[in-house]
Nanobody
């Protein structure tokens, strides 16, 4: 199982970034995918998740209305579109996966997640 994040970078407040999580080594349809982030000195927190059918998502309240998760099962890729970025969104963003029954809601508790990417840095300047 391999998860590779990309799309991070430095952006000014109010700007946008799209993170990608490319998955390989497993049947994408059997997994739910989540995005997590960890800011310096803070615990890792769940940002968003999407189930394997794409029909169920979760987004933490602090980014709701600004971040959108989506998936392209044909490309084995999950995206996190981040708009109206704020300095407090600065963090290392990780994608993670766990095996899930088809169509079940995704879990945003990181203890469910077995496989993790290496992370991508997002820095938002004020």
């Amino acid at each position: 199982v391999q998860l590779v994040e990309s799309g991070g970078g430095l952006v000014q407040a109010g700007g946008s970034l799209r993170l990608s999580c490319a998955a390989s080594g497993f049947t994408f349809d059997d997994y739910a995918i989540g995005w997590f982030r960890q800011a310096p000195g803070k615990e890792r927190e769940a940002v968003s998740c999407i189930n394997n059918s794409g029909g169920s998502t979760y987004t933490v309240s602090s980014v709701k209305g600004r971040f959108t998760i989506s998936s392209d099962n044909a490309k084995n890729t999950v995206y996190l579109q981040m708009n109206s970025l704020k300095p407090e969104d600065t963090a290392v963003y990780y994608c993670a996966a766990y095996t899930a029954g088809w169509g079940l809601p995704c879990h945003h508790d990181e203890r469910w997640y077995d496989d993790w990417g290496q992370g991508t840095q997002v820095t938002v300047s004020s």
